[in-house]
């Protein structure tokens, strides 16, 4: 991935998480973005979304198709309901850090070393 071309994704990306709190009915607003695009060598833009919900702190891996626009997310997690090398061993995540092209576990270190 050419990161030379990449609008900052603070620009870019969207507020909204495409979630709702299941305690209040709200939308999920991020409260931090993270570029991890060069990390991730095998995605166009991968984009890490922290939130805050009434059940604890949330983060979502953003895959975009398209390296400047925010296309939406593809999975989410909750941050203190296991720790990285858990998270790492998790099927959906798994699978997501390969897809985008980083192990595992260095995507959940990333993740939890980013968080608010």
Known sequence: MNTDQLIDVQQVAKKEMGLYDS??????????IVDATEFCRES???????GEVKRGALFQICDWYEANEDMGATIHYFLDEQTPEQLSQCGGFELRAFLVGIHP?????FIYENRP
């Not at 305690?23 to 931090?32: E, M, N, Q, Y």
């Not at 166009?44 to 922290?50: E, L, N, S």
């Open 23 to 32: 305690a209040t009915g709200d939308s999920v607003l991020a409260t931090k």
């Open 44 to 50: 166009k833009r991968c984009v890490i979304k922290y």
């Open 105 to 109: 576990l260095k995507l959940a270190e």
